[in-house]
């Protein structure tokens, strides 16, 4: 019987500017990745997340990222290890916080937006991540892409390392994300990223599935996406 994670990225308003419908991906996905402040999120919307994670009995993640809310993290930036060392600490050590006072815990870590994509071949940045979660924490998975400098990292660690496939982002020849900012990035024709996600879950390539909680149509994808998982028999379930 094959198995994979969903997971997506929630909790991302930010005070009264509203994103997403977190409510109801809470209840298609098995994974929340949890804004922690530094690109979305805030004190309260992390603690809603984390209520919500335990009436749906859903599993949660940190989602540190770079120091911009401006550019919701999307932004590349380069920083000294130190630094970025510290503020994914900060970043883990204040949703555990927020999780424990609602009888949830932080079960892993994706880093988001340029973070994720900066520590697929930097090296350095990819050490200072893992050595954040690590000291945090050492039984927190890392979850990013297969063949990665934090792949590298992370195992050398002594981290457990979750392989993450997009069913709503389009990949370059390289295997890497294409940018944003290029034509067709995004996906959201329906039954094109419901076929993705099945040929991702039943390849065995990829351990967690991610479906972006900003994508447009988000939930109609989600739902699609966990139709079409039941469909070919594939089961549903977080990978901790």
């Known amino acids: 019987?094959?198995?994979?994670?969903?997971?997506?990225?929630?909790?991302?308003?930010?005070?009264?500017?509203?994103?997403?419908?977190?409510?109801?991906?809470?209840?298609?996905?098995?994974?929340?990745?949890?804004?922690?402040?530094?690109?979305?999120?805030?004190?309260?919307?992390?603690l809603a997340s984390c209520r919500l994670a335990v009436s749906t009995g859903t599993v949660i993640g940190a989602h540190p990222s770079y120091r911009d809310l401006a550019g919701f993290g999307r932004r590349e930036m380069s920083i000294a290890a130190d630094e970025l060392y510290g503020d994914v600490l900060y970043q883990l050590a204040a949703l555990a916080?927020?999780?424990?006072?609602?009888?949830?815990?932080?079960e892993y870590v994706k880093p988001h937006g340029a973070l994720y994509n900066r520590i697929v071949t930097d090296d350095a940045q990819a050490a200072a991540v893992a050595a954040a979660v690590a000291n945090f924490d050492p039984s927190l998975p890392i979850l990013g892409m297969a063949g990665s400098a934090i792949e590298r990292e992370a195992r050398s660690?002594?981290?457990?390392?979750?392989?993450?496939?997009?069913?709503?982002?389009?990949?370059?020849?390289?295997?890497?994300?294409?940018?944003?900012?290029?034509?067709?990035?995004?996906?959201?024709?329906?039954?094109?990223?419901?076929?993705?996600?099945?040929a991702m879950a039943t390849s065995g390539s990829v351990d967690s599935i991610c479906l972006h909680g900003d994508t447009p149509g988000a939930v109609g994808l989600a739902r699609a996406v966990r139709a079409a998982l039941d469909e070919a028999g594939v089961i549903v379930g977080s990978f901790v």
């Open 1 to 46: 019987m094959v198995a994979v994670d969903l997971n997506s990225d929630l909790g991302e308003s930010f005070g009264q500017w509203r994103l997403g419908d977190d409510e109801a991906m809470f209840e298609l996905v098995s994974s929340a990745n949890i804004a922690c402040g530094f690109h979305a999120g805030d004190p309260l919307t992390m």
């Open 97 to 106: 916080g927020v999780a424990s006072t609602v009888g949830t815990r932080v």
């Open 157 to 198: 660690a002594g981290l457990r390392f979750v392989r993450e496939g997009f069913a709503d982002r389009a990949y370059a020849e390289n295997g890497m994300l294409v940018p944003r900012t290029e034509p067709g990035a995004v996906i959201t024709e329906v039954a094109e990223v419901a076929e993705r996600a099945v």
